[in-house]
């Protein structure tokens, strides 16, 4: 197989949630010069579309910080970057699948095997991130009811890209294998939600009072300010969470299937490809 090296991001065995979360990150480590990239153009893209409606909202750059009498607007201005932001991390789903699986099997993929569309199964992932991003919409009416489609719908891009199925089931046994186990895929990729928002908000507000201290806060700066630190920490955290999802993917199907030990007794009949880890591929 074609590889830039040896990786040991992802243990070959059933792993505990700091674990994931750092499997996670030396996923995105040994795969930085692919992934980066890419979430640079989609978080960008992001800032772009965000644009208009944050204008709509009355929400002021850098920092985007409403008004109290907009609070309503601001609100409609979240639920539309939460479907943003759901629809940029599962099409960054299908690289981070492909990094994750190479990282099961020991492996680290040179750049482009990483990004290269052929096998990538563009048009399933494209429509799958719409779908998701439109329930997001609807689901982001009420608190209550997005953490539930976003916790659900993560896994469903790592099995369009590793087990190779049609998308309509692709998306049962995405929502199937994010609930076992009480729902700790679901847990999982809440608590990573979560944990970026956080550093997100931290790396934003931090480098926006960097360049205040700096006396670089003309008003002419403030939307090239917010367009900056807000895409270069969503650079870092969309890759990231995508692969979170993809060894939540993998490390569920140790878990409940028992691929690790599929995966071992293959070894000692050959080599494994990441072929050999799509449903029913390993005797």
Known sequence: MDH????????????????????????????????????????????????????????????????WEDLDRFWVLLVVGAATEAIAILLLGGFAARAASAALLGTRLPARRVLTPRGLRLGPIVGVAALVGVLTLFAGSTVAVWPIVY????????????????????????????????????????????GWLAMRIALAISGVYTMDLLGLTHPAWAAPLGFVVWTLA??????????????????????TEGLDIRLARARTHGPVTPASLAQGALP
């Open 4 to 67: 830039a090296g040896p990786s040991a991001a992802l243990p070959l065995r059933p792993l505990t949630v700091g674990e994931l979360l750092d499997a996670a990150v030396g996923v995105l480590r040994d795969n930085a010069r692919a992934l980066l990239p890419a979430g640079l153009l989609l978080a960008a893209a992001e800032q772009i579309a965000l644009a208009p409606v944050r204008i709509w909202a009355n929400a002021h750059p850098p920092t985007y910080v409403p008004q």
């Open 151 to 194: 916790g659900l719908t993560g896994l469903i891009i790592p099995v369009l890209l590793v087990d190779r199925v049609p998308a309509g089931r692709a998306i049962a046994r995405g929502v199937s294998i994010a609930t076992r186990h009480s729902a700790r895929g679901v847990w999982v990729r809440l608590l990573g939600a979560a």
């Open 234 to 255: 969503n650079t870092i955290a969309y890759p990231t969470l995508a692969c979170l999802d993809a060894v939540v993917y993998l490390e569920t199907r140790m878990r």
